[in-house]
């Protein structure tokens, strides 16, 4: 016991550790500071924080499990990339090797699946919880608004990765959810004033939706493109001014 | 102790500050490994849904849009596709938005407290509870041809006859429909002179609009059900 107490030490005072571990345990208040500034992933907190804020009933965590579930699912979508490939011919059988082949393959496409919905649940209740802590008041009103623009973005996330199995599931709901977008007034070719613009099968927001006037290879293209890359860029961005909001409005909200 | 000390001593307590390393770091720790630990456990006994390879020759019956996007389904029972699917949430989404422009309430800012914004939460709580109402009524009890179910009945593919739906004529529906406008614009104005003062012109008006649509969605779907009304407007570009 002493042997290993006596190396631990030893290795925590070379030059090496030290490069990369600047701050130690030691239980000082400046130290404690240091632990959350010069750490590049824990600066997004403030070094203090209002004792209400880390009460769990206050925030339950929501916003923050919203965020954590976001980056899980980058990291299993990563990996479900390398064995995806976007095409008509072969993205089902690719799901059915996740499903039966690759290794843990049946869990990283299930729990990605199952986080996607997870974060649906999770925004929708962080803005239950924002509204009736009345969090959105003077001076956070714009970061509402960028939350509300974020719960979209998640609904988008989730519904562009709902056609990708490419199964009768995913084909379907994107049929009902598309054919609802070919209803748009003026700009939906079934919708009221589509011939104000001249707006056809072809040439309406459902055609841009789906790259084509029926679901085909160019629509589940763009659900991969949509998904994996457009809306998490966008998303992303929106997130990093949504924290940075949360700290230049004044921090967590709390009793005035 | 002095009333000035008491109101210190309080206001100390409120801002009372503790390290985010570790009170709020451990907690978010912990939170994150229960969230994996959750979603592992759960994805390992339930599998993902995957159906057959799609066929376009083959329409799913019923066919559903993704949970979340249920509610918006079944208010296609109730209205066209281009309200259902394009203004309502577009409304929703611009009504959400507005929401901290329109209160100007400033109580209740940083806590749980239903005493002071009574109008606010009742409003909010039962939009949410509405829009989570309706996918639960899309999710479990809408079968084949999108017809009605109770959860415990066995979904039948017979084609049931709609009963026979009538719409309003304008003659009737343009008046009820300003009266409804009208009134519900005015008697709260009225009857609640402080609120709507409080508020000011403009938001008074957005604020009692968005209400105002929101209960007309229920007014619609209740004339459906219980009178099969179809439409209360009809022009000859769109109905409503």
């Not at chain 1, 089902?92 to 499903?99: C, R, T, V």
């Not at chain 1, 009768?168 to 959810?177: E, K």
């Not at chain 2, 940083?110 to 909010?124: E, K, P, S």
Request: hydrophobic letters at 50%; a positive charge.
């Amino acid at each position: 016991m002493n042997l290993i107490l006596f190396l631990i030490r030893k290795l925590t005072e070379t030059e090496l550790w030290k490069s990369v571990f600047r701050h130690g345990y030691t239980d000082t208040p400046r130290n404690r500071a240091l632990q959350t500034i010069s750490n590049v992933w824990l600066h997004l907190h403030p070094v203090k924080v209002p004792k209400h804020a880390v009460k769990i009933r206050y925030t339950w965590c929501l916003g923050g499990l919203t965020f954590f579930i976001f980056l899980y699912l980058t990291v299993t979508g990563v990996l479900l990339m390398f064995y995806y490939v976007p095409d008509v011919n072969r993205a089902y059988a690719d799901m059915i090797d996740l499903m039966y082949v690759v290794p843990l393959g049946r869990l990283l496409r299930t729990s990605h699946r199952w986080a996607g919905h997870a974060m649906v649940i999770t925004v929708c209740f962080h803005m239950l919880r924002v509204f009736l802590t009345g969090s959105y008041k003077a001076p956070r009103q714009f970061n509402w608004v960028l939350g509300v623009l974020l719960l979209v973005l998640t609904f988008l996330l989730s519904f562009t990765g709902y056609l990708l199995p490419w199964d009768q599931l995913g084909y379907w709901a994107i049929m009902v959810g598309t054919n609802m977008g070919a209803a748009t007034p003026v700009m939906g070719y079934q919708g009221p004033f589509a011939d104000l613009l001249g707006v056809k099968i072809n040439n309406d927001v459902r055609f841009a939706l789906l790259g084509g006037t029926q679901i085909d290879a160019p629509s589940l293209l763009r659900a991969y493109v949509w998904h994996c890359i457009g809306i998490p860029i966008i998303s992303g961005a929106l997130m990093i001014l949504h924290f940075w909001r949360v700290r230049k409005d004044g921090g967590i909200s709390g009793p005035l | 102790m002095s009333n000035h000390a008491e109101a210190q001593v309080a206001n100390n307590k409120k801002t009372e500050k503790v390290f985010s390393w570790p009170n709020l770091v451990a907690k978010e720790f912990i939170a994150a490994i229960l969230c994996t630990v959750i979603l592992l456990v759960y994805s390992y006994y339930v599998d993902a849904p995957l159906r057959e390879l799609a066929n376009p020759g083959e329409p799913e019956n019923p066919a559903k849009a993704p949970w979340y996007f249920l509610g918006l389904q079944e208010i296609l029972v109730y209205f066209d596709p281009w309200i259902a699917g394009v203004i309502v949430p577009s409304i929703i989404l611009v009504g959400l938005m507005a929401i901290p422009y329109i209160d100007v309430n400033p109580k209740g800012n940083g806590g749980y407290c239903f005493r002071d914004r009574r109008f606010a939460i009742t409003v909010f709580l039962f939009g949410f509870i509405f829009w989570y109402a309706l996918i639960v009524v899309g999710t479990y009890m809408r079968g084949p041809f999108w017809s009605f179910f109770w959860p415990w009945e066995t979904w039948s593919f017979d084609f049931p006859t709609p009963p026979p739906s009538v719409s309003l004529p304008n003659w009737l529906g343009i008046p009820a429909l300003l009266i409804y406008f009208g009134l519900g614009m005015l008697v709260p104005a009225v009857a609640f002179w402080k609120f709507a003062k409080q508020l000011g012109f403009i938001r008074y008006n957005i604020t009692m609009m968005l209400l105002l649509l929101m209960l007309g969605m229920l007014i619609k779907m209740a004339l459906r059900l219980m009178f099969n009304v179809k439409y209360v407007l009809q022009t000859p570009w769109f109905n409503i």
